[in-house]
């Protein structure tokens, strides 16, 4: 298929694996933590770890939106959905995260609640204007990719005047993110990040210059194929090599350094930073996360329905947390594929496709049986 | 009094008409609904008997029994409707025991309101479905639920045929060595229904796969080869199928992913939606597993069908107490084929 396949090329492949094999030299190892569950996905489902060398090491980073929502997060959408009988519009994704009283959305609608798979922000809309005497509430979750949807949504909303729409905010950011594993006292030992693939295509290369200039770890941004992701592996282990730390872009094809100006507006205009947002696995980070501005204030649910965020402690044996923060891998947990199973999750990381546990599960697990 | 006719009853107004409560009552209304649109569009002796059940001439051979529920949203995709995907669903699955489908019988719950025109093109396709695949549709029964109880047609329908004889085909069968094969490309039914449905347009031309392979199969089974199993990939797509295959015969399986075609369109759409073709339903493909040292001449014969002129060698059964379905990918690595987790897409069939 046009502009698919071709990052797809079985020989292509092979050619950059020689390189890395060949190029991949240091004792030490190359320790890379791909940021995006994309990536993550990419790595799994094309089997990449089979082409490379064993001093080239991928730690999975928490870019996985559905991963890093906290359980308390999910149960404010489920009391929302059940208490207050709106009908509560989601990604696909959310719907079998395990919360509160063993619940997941689709329990909960199961159970009689009005919850709507949806597709976009536009579904959630036509969805309000369908039920004008119904309240409907889009469950937003999300780094800058998703955001900008969710801010058109709302300008959308205020245009009409559609009072029976608002928006659950959950929207993340991702330098916050990367700031909290590289500052976390005894935190993973990492070389280089592969950096964000569409989440840059917003904001841009530019965010992540701090990280080579202040912390030293060369980052290159990577698109999601297959070849993006080995290609970004080649442009870190020859920084590496080189004792070099800078910005690159291996997804010219969508990256420039200063992003998507307008669509950096329009989520400015929008929304504004919260002064605390808790994360699981990276706990509470001040300034990490988006609300709405107190003149979108009607359409934000949280208000509107006056519904706290009430912090709720991980299942005691699921290691998700570490997991998200690089320190382990999906297969040093304890219930990983026992009593953990995409069919089954007990964490995060073992719902979402882009999840670190499920995507291990799914592609990789039989590299645990040899 | 002259003026009235003794058995009169005006017909049914199929332009305007609509299914009511009293379609389903077993009065006259009902009988109506069965005389004037069933039994005139499936038009066989054994419906027209008229019975409680229909009565069958003796059969000798090995009797293969199989039922099918349809649900499908929309009831009409490009490509088929409810109706045929209603005909060619069961033929497959008695067709996939090795067996020659000989009877159908069709069960229909419809929704109060539905407009008796759909109706009209659904049985019209179920009957022409049914009238070239050669097996008749002899008993049937009507249910109507008020509005909003149900959703326009669901369709059951089973079906019954015969075993040929010394074959016995089944899940558990497949042994190491054993040689996998496809009859051709995957996902073209589940994108067809998808980019159908209301919330979800797109205009990639994609047309449903619906068939009845029992043609199909009757030559693979001419052929002499030594099959193990046969399975059609519906519903969880064709991984979904293999895994339950190897967890019934306890084996592994190495596929190819560069030998499993898809369609560009299903690629294209699936791409766009984040799904994987292997997890999207078939109703007209079928999945062989055979002895390796015959593989070569099943394709040859699926092949010179029309409904497998695409068939290819797809991967081996492997010897794996994990029982994991593997595949190695285009790009020159391996991953897990693993059961579908959740639903990927309701009603589809």
Request: glycine fraction near 10%.
């Amino acid at each position: 298929m046009k502009y698919v396949d071709e990052f797809r090329d079985g020989e292509l492949a092979r050619n950059i694996a020689a390189n890395i094999a060949r190029e991949a030299t240091a004792a030490s190892g190359y320790r890379l933590m791909e940021f995006c569950g994309g990536h993550t996905h990419a790595l799994s489902r094309y089997g990449i770890a089979d082409l490379l060398p064993a001093s080239v090491r991928m730690i999975h980073g928490p870019g996985c939106p559905v991963c890093v929502l906290p359980i308390g997060r999910v149960d404010q959408a489920i009391r929302l959905a059940r208490e207050h009988g709106v009908i509560l519009c989601t990604y696909a994704d959310t719907m079998l995260v395990p919360c509160s009283d063993n619940l997941t959305l689709m329990r909960a609608k199961s159970g009689g609640a009005d919850v709507r798979m949806i597709y976009s922000t536009q579904d959630a809309l036509k969805i309000a204007r369908d039920n004008p005497g119904r309240q409907v509430v889009f469950f937003a979750i999300g780094f800058e990719t998703t955001t900008p949807p969710t801010a058109v949504a709302v300008k959308q909303a205020a245009t009409e005047g559609l009072t029976n729409f608002s928006v659950l905010c959950n929207h993340v950011l991702t330098p916050a993110a990367m700031h909290a594993i590289l500052s976390a006292p005894g935190g993973v030992a990492l070389d280089g990040f592969v950096g964000p693939a569409h989440v840059s295509t917003v904001i841009g290369s530019k965010p992540y210059e701090v990280f080579a200039d202040d912390y030293g770890k060369p980052v290159v941004i990577a698109g999601f194929e297959p070849l993006d992701v080995m290609q970004a592996i080649l442009m870190l282990i020859r920084q590496i090599n080189e004792g070099r730390a800078t910005v690159e872009n291996e997804f010219t094809r969508a990256v420039t350094r200063e992003g998507n100006l307008k669509a950096q507006a329009l989520v400015e205009e929008v929304f504004e930073l919260r002064e605390m947002f808790e994360w699981r696995g990276l706990g509470s980070i001040p300034h990490s996360a988006l609300t709405l501005r107190p003149e979108f204030a009607e359409f934000d649910a949280e208000l509107k329905f006056s519904i706290d965020y009430v912090a709720v402690r991980d299942h005691k044996a699921c290691e998700c947390a570490a997991i998200l923060r690089g320190e382990k891998r999906p297969q040093d947990c304890k219930i990983f594929g026992t009593v953990c199973t995409p069919h089954n999750p007990i964490g995060s990381c073992m719902v979402s496709s882009e999840g670190a546990c499920a995507a291990h599960y799914s592609y990789g697990r039989f590299r645990d049986a040899a | 009094m002259d003026k009235v006719k003794p058995n009169y009853s005006r017909p049914l107004d199929f332009k305007q008409g609509r299914v009511e409560l009293s379609h389903g009552s077993g009065g006259r209304a009902m009988a109506q609904l069965i005389a004037e649109l069933f039994t005139a569009d499936f038009d066989n002796a054994y419906l027209a008997q008229g019975n409680d059940g229909a009565l069958l001439p003796q059969i000798a051979g090995r009797l293969v029994m199989s039922c099918d529920g349809h649900v499908v949203s929309p009831l009409f995709f490009a490509g088929g409707d409810i109706g045929c995907l209603s005909v060619h669903g069961t033929i497959n699955d008695v067709a996939m025991m090795g067996a020659r489908p000989l009877y159908l019988a069709a069960s229909f719950i419809l929704e109060e309101g539905f407009p008796l025109a759909d109706l009209k093109r659904i049985v019209a396709s179920m009957a022409n479905a049914a009238r070239v695949a050669g097996v008749p549709i002899v008993a049937g029964d009507t249910k109507v639920v008020e509005q909003g109880k149900g959703d326009g047609v669901f369709i059951i329908t089973t079906g019954v045929g015969v075993a040929r004889e010394g074959i016995t085909l089944s899940g558990d069968l497949a042994q190491p060595g054993d040689t996998i094969l496809l009859s051709g490309t995957i996902g073209d039914h589940g994108m067809a229904v998808l980019s159908q449905r209301e919330n979800l347009t797109f205009d990639a031309p994609i047309v449903s796969d619906t068939a009845a392979l029992h043609g199909l199969v009757a030559a693979m089974l001419d052929s002499g080869a030594k099959l193990r199993v046969l399975r059609d990939p519906t519903r969880g797509g064709l991984a979904t199928t293999l895994n339950e295959i190897a967890k019934q015969s306890g084996v592994g399986m190495m596929l190819h992913e560069s030998a499993i075609a898809v369609n560009q369109p299903v690629e294209a759409a699936c791409e766009f939606l984040g799904l994987d073709p292997l997890y999207v339903a078939n109703e007209g493909k079928l999945v062989a597993i055979c002895a390796p040292e015959d593989g070569g001449r099943l394709l040859e014969v699926m092949r010179a069908h029309p409904l497998a002129s695409e068939a290819a060698i797809i991967g081996e059964v492997t010897e794996d107490a994990h029982g994991f379905v593997q595949m190695t990918t285009k790009l020159g690595g391996r991953r897990i084929v693993d059961w579908l987790a959740g639903e990927q897409l309701p009603r589809i069939c």
